[in-house]
């Protein structure tokens, strides 16, 4: 989505990284009771972290696959002129 609004990648990805924290927090009472049951937290770590690396791997797949974002957005999802309009003006407004 960010990347329709006109964000540059270094944004991008800082937002996708900005996540991170409020997972956590959000799957606390899950990764205690897994690791109070014996599970190992390296596990929990690599479930519910953002990496760049994650970032990059799906950007290439855009990339390879549709050439960029406002093309995946009208030929995979189908998105209208309309739709990407309304989208921009909601979300920049």
Do not use: H, I, Q, S
């Amino acid at each position: 989505m960010l990347l329709l609004l006109g964000a540059d990648p270094a944004t991008v990805e800082a937002e996708y990284l900005a996540v991170n924290p409020a997972v956590r927090a959000a799957f606390a009472p899950v990764v205690e009771a897994f690791t109070a049951a014996g599970g190992d937290p390296r596990v929990t770590e690599e479930l519910l972290t953002v990496r760049p690396a994650y970032l990059a791997a799906a950007l290439e797949t855009l990339t390879d696959g549709w050439g960029d974002a406002e093309t995946y957005a009208r030929t995979a999802l189908g998105l209208t002129d309309e739709t990407l309009d309304a989208l921009r003006t909601n979300l920049t407004a």
